[in-house]
């Protein structure tokens, strides 16, 4: 197993006050954003860091379950101005390079260039509003807990799960999200989810099983499902149907932190509505490269150079993968620090 740092290089683009006491520096590329956050915090002691955010109950939660519920975290006013750029980017107002945006082709007829097509836009960096929540203090605060001081920030997603009664088109299979992260370890990472509106059962709320964080990373692949599964949404191929699931029920606003070796998944929408989220992975500066050869993760390595090259309408494409597979760019890589 190789390890390297991530890429140097990065241009500072900005500079966001997360408090009086503390101040990051926010860098750019084309693949991720760094942010270096300094506050004094103790060395990582299994899933979470001494600090002085989490309640001792809240640690020990996240310990036993690998996931934590923050309940209106994230203001009204923010999530509304980031409903609105997502408006903005579905109707083609904003040019949004490097990102994915996944569609449901067959409403295009019916609904043109608007958010009733769009299902997610992923790898939204060069965003500057939608990239503001990876910066929120309120966000970034809890973050640490699990991260240590020094933060990365990728993989963002904006997801606007669309009406599915019948196809089940959006349905997300039970999976584990450190299947598309080719960097360790693993309990450095952690997922900000926040609701952009209520998520229940009816509209395809996040599904977890609970502790399962403890497990080691699973075989993934394509569920066998009769109707046609999404590109890259892969989920696990034995999955253990028994094991208890909690449907994270939650109100605009609320965020859930949770762990990258977590199973979790989503319903579909029975509703005529949509269900918004947005979300960042983050990761300790401590965490290096891995290389995914005879691992479980491998597949999932050339079925991106498949996608990077017929995107780009390439015949070859020289990937390194990092920080996420579904980043397309070749990055040269050395310290960052």
């Given at each position: 197993?190789?390890?390297d740092?991530?890429?140097?290089?990065?241009?500072?683009?900005?500079h966001?006050?997360?408090?009086p006491?503390?101040?990051?520096?926010?860098?750019r590329?084309s693949?991720?954003?760094?942010?270096?956050?300094?506050?004094?915090?103790?060395?990582?002691?299994?899933?979470?860091?001494?600090?002085?955010?989490?309640?001792?109950?809240?640690?020990?939660?996240?310990?036993?379950?690998?996931?934590?519920?923050?309940?209106?975290?994230?203001?009204?006013?923010?999530?509304?101005?980031?409903?609105?750029?997502?408006?903005?980017?579905?109707?083609?107002?904003v040019?949004?390079?490097?990102?994915?945006?996944?569609?449901?082709?067959?409403?295009?007829?019916?609904?043109?260039?608007?958010?009733?097509?769009?299902?997610k836009?992923?790898?939204?960096?060069?965003?500057?509003?939608l990239?503001?929540?990876?910066?929120?203090?309120?966000?970034?605060?809890?973050?640490?807990?699990?991260?240590?001081?020094?933060?990365?920030?990728?993989h963002?997603?904006l997801?606007?799960?669309?009406?599915?009664?019948?196809?089940?088109?959006?349905?997300?299979?039970?999976?584990?999200?450190?299947?598309?992260?080719?960097?360790?370890?693993?309990?450095?990472?952690?997922?900000?989810?926040?609701?952009?509106?209520?998520?229940?059962?009816?509209?395809?709320?996040?599904?977890?099983?609970?502790?399962?964080?403890?497990?080691?990373?699973?075989?993934h692949?394509y569920?066998?499902?009769?109707?046609?599964?999404?590109?890259?949404?892969?989920?696990?191929?034995?999955?253990?149907?028994?094991s208890?699931?909690?449907?994270l029920?939650?109100e605009?606003?609320?965020?859930?932190?949770?762990?990258?070796?977590?199973?979790?998944?989503?319903?579909?929408?029975?509703?005529?509505?949509?269900?918004?989220?947005?979300?960042?992975?983050?990761?300790?500066?401590?965490?290096?490269?891995?290389?995914?050869k005879?691992?479980?993760?491998?597949?999932?390595?050339?079925?991106?150079?498949?996608?990077?090259c017929?995107?780009?309408?390439?015949?070859?494409?020289?990937?390194?993968?990092?920080?996420?597979?579904?980043?397309?760019?070749?990055?040269?890589?050395?310290?960052?620090?």
């Amino acid at each position: 197993t190789t390890c390297d740092r991530p890429p140097a290089g990065f241009s500072s683009i900005d500079h966001h006050s997360l408090g009086p006491s503390i101040q990051p520096h926010v860098y750019r590329c084309s693949t991720l954003l760094c942010l270096s956050v300094y506050s004094l915090i103790s060395v990582p002691d299994n899933y979470t860091l001494d600090n002085n955010i989490l309640t001792a109950e809240q640690r020990q939660f996240y310990e036993d379950n690998g996931y934590l519920l923050i309940k209106k975290l994230v203001s009204d006013e923010d999530i509304e101005r980031f409903r609105k750029e997502f408006v903005r980017i579905c109707k083609k107002e904003v040019n949004l390079p490097g990102a994915m945006i996944m569609k449901d082709e067959s409403l295009r007829s019916q609904y043109g260039q608007s958010e009733k097509v769009v299902n997610k836009i992923q790898d939204f960096q060069e965003d500057e509003e939608l990239f503001r929540y990876c910066t929120l203090p309120e966000v970034l605060k809890y973050v640490e807990c699990f991260t240590g001081p020094n933060i990365m920030a990728m993989h963002t997603m904006l997801i606007n799960k669309l009406p599915d009664s019948d196809k089940q088109t959006f349905l997300h299979p039970m999976h584990q999200d450190l299947h598309y992260f080719p960097f360790r370890p693993a309990d450095r990472i952690v997922c900000s989810w926040t609701a952009m509106e209520r998520a229940d059962q009816d509209n395809g709320c996040l599904v977890v099983q609970p502790g399962t964080h403890k497990q080691p990373l699973k075989p993934h692949g394509y569920p066998k499902w009769e109707h046609k599964a999404n590109k890259l949404f892969h989920g696990l191929l034995d999955e253990d149907e028994k094991s208890p699931r909690v449907h994270l029920v939650m109100e605009k606003g609320d965020t859930v932190f949770f762990h990258p070796l977590l199973i979790h998944g989503s319903g579909i929408n029975k509703t005529s509505g949509f269900r918004k989220s947005i979300s960042c992975h983050f990761a300790g500066s401590e965490c290096c490269y891995i290389d995914v050869k005879n691992t479980s993760q491998e597949h999932l390595e050339k079925e991106v150079v498949e996608v990077a090259c017929q995107k780009y309408d390439m015949t070859s494409v020289e990937l390194r993968v990092r920080l996420a597979y579904m980043l397309f760019v070749t990055i040269q890589v050395s310290s960052l620090f």
